[in-house]
């Protein structure tokens, strides 16, 4: 008897050292993956030697406190073109988001900056807002931006043109809807930035994705430009909360980090990627709204005048207090659609050109 019990027992004695084993496996796999997340996330913020601002002149600029995890969080994110650099090797924003985060309500909106916003620079007189960082580096961009919007901007987070591509790349490309044909020859670096994109639903790759938030020629130039960035920025940002996604971090990290650069530690990046997974998009404007802004020229230069500062920060308190996701009454659509509305319904019949 003693033998048929030792043989029954065999069975369960192998299936629990194969569970052993397969819980040591996915173990060591969690502990792999999250011992490179923490490594590629840490590479994201430069020393002064790898720091592609290390020429940039250090100024005193006035940033705001810490952030300590509870009050909102706002962060800068600057899209650069390295064809584009001046004499210290950085190249004018070629796109302004700010993300902005509040922990208390789970809400997050997505602000674009028209790049030819003709602002105060601090340090440096009236200029373009795209032109900040190449006079003072991201922390005098991140100044500016957070004066423009009447917010405090405590972080950046800069890529250039090829980081994006291995973002998307990495991600298996994004399935989105292309508007409209577009078109256009870029004959620098061996048409290497032409654009070539076909009307419909389908998976972008990196360069596709790269030729699709690039696109600016059109009737309303970067004011549309602006909005299919940010709409394509939220797809990007639904696709990353993907569980294949969430698995394959660390092997999205490490592709971007070379092209990547920003002030978020590591312990913050931890802090925002908990949040992320509870928060919903509440919203996206473009900044300022059609309404705030008429075209002048200074000097040969065309550029975008705020019509009020004030009432600019005011129209960003207001969308902020907002929430898309919820379907208004008539009566709100009526008083909100000369102000709150997309880009589209705002610049429809504008008289703005390229």
């Given at each position: 008897m003693d033998s048929r019990v030792k043989k029954k027992r065999r069975p369960w004695k192998y299936a629990l050292y194969g569970l052993l084993v397969a819980v040591g496996i996915v173990?060591?796999?969690?502990?792999?993956?999250?011992?490179?997340?923490?490594?590629?996330?840490?590479?994201?913020?430069?020393?002064?030697?790898?720091?592609?601002?290390e020429h940039i002149p250090v100024e005193p600029v006035n940033l705001p406190p810490k952030w300590e995890g509870k009050e909102r969080v706002n962060i800068l994110m600057l899209g650069g073109d390295a064809r584009d650099s001046d004499v210290n090797g950085i190249a004018r924003s070629d796109s302004l988001?700010?993300?902005?985060?509040?922990?208390?309500?789970?809400?997050?909106?997505?602000?674009?900056?028209?790049?030819?916003?003709?602002?105060?620079?601090?340090?440096?007189?009236?200029?373009?807002?795209?032109?900040?960082?190449?006079?003072?580096?991201p922390n005098l961009a991140m100044e500016t931006a957070g004066n423009l919007l009447g917010l405090d901007i405590q972080y950046y987070v800069y890529a250039e043109f090829e980081g994006f591509k291995s973002l998307i790349d990495a991600m298996g490309g994004i399935e989105f809807e292309v508007e409209k044909n577009m078109r256009y020859t870029d004959n620098a670096d061996g048409n290497r930035y032409d654009i070539?994109?076909?009307?419909?639903?389908?998976?972008?790759?990196?360069?596709?994705?790269?030729?699709?938030?690039?696109?600016?020629?059109?009737?309303?130039?970067?004011?549309?430009?602006?909005e299919r960035q940010r709409n394509f920025m939220k797809a990007v940002a639904d696709e990353m909360q993907s569980t294949w996604n969430l698995i394959r971090m660390k092997e999205i990290l490490e592709s971007?980090?070379?092209?990547?650069?920003?002030?978020?530690?590591v312990n913050d990046m931890l802090k925002l990627g908990q949040l992320g997974l509870g928060i919903h998009m509440a919203g996206s404007a473009q900044v300022p709204p059609m309404d705030l802004i008429r075209e002048e020229r200074v000097g040969s230069a065309s550029v975008l005048m705020p019509?009020?500062?004030?009432?600019?920060?005011?129209?960003?308190?207001?969308?902020?207090?907002?929430?898309?996701?919820?379907?208004?009454?008539?009566?709100?659509?009526?008083?909100?659609?000369?102000?709150?509305?997309?880009?589209?319904?705002?610049?429809?019949?504008?008289?703005?050109?390229?």
């Open positions: 173990g060591a796999y969690a502990a792999y993956q999250a011992f490179g997340v923490y490594t590629a996330l840490d590479g994201f913020q430069k020393d002064q030697t790898e720091s592609r601002f988001l700010v993300v902005s985060v509040d922990p208390q309500t789970k809400k997050a909106h997505l602000f674009s900056i028209l790049r030819d916003t003709y602002v105060d620079i601090p340090g440096h007189g009236k200029g373009r807002i795209n032109t900040a960082i190449t006079s003072g580096g070539d994109l076909k009307k419909g639903l389908q998976v972008l790759d990196g360069d596709k994705a790269l030729q699709y938030v690039r696109f600016r020629h059109d009737a309303m130039s970067d004011f549309t430009r602006t971007v980090q070379p092209f990547i650069e920003t002030n978020l530690t019509r009020s500062e004030e009432r600019v920060q005011s129209y960003v308190e207001e969308v902020l207090a907002g929430d898309d996701t919820i379907v208004p009454t008539d009566e709100e659509t009526d008083t909100t659609d000369a102000r709150g509305g997309s880009v589209k319904a705002e610049t429809e019949g504008a008289d703005i050109g390229e």
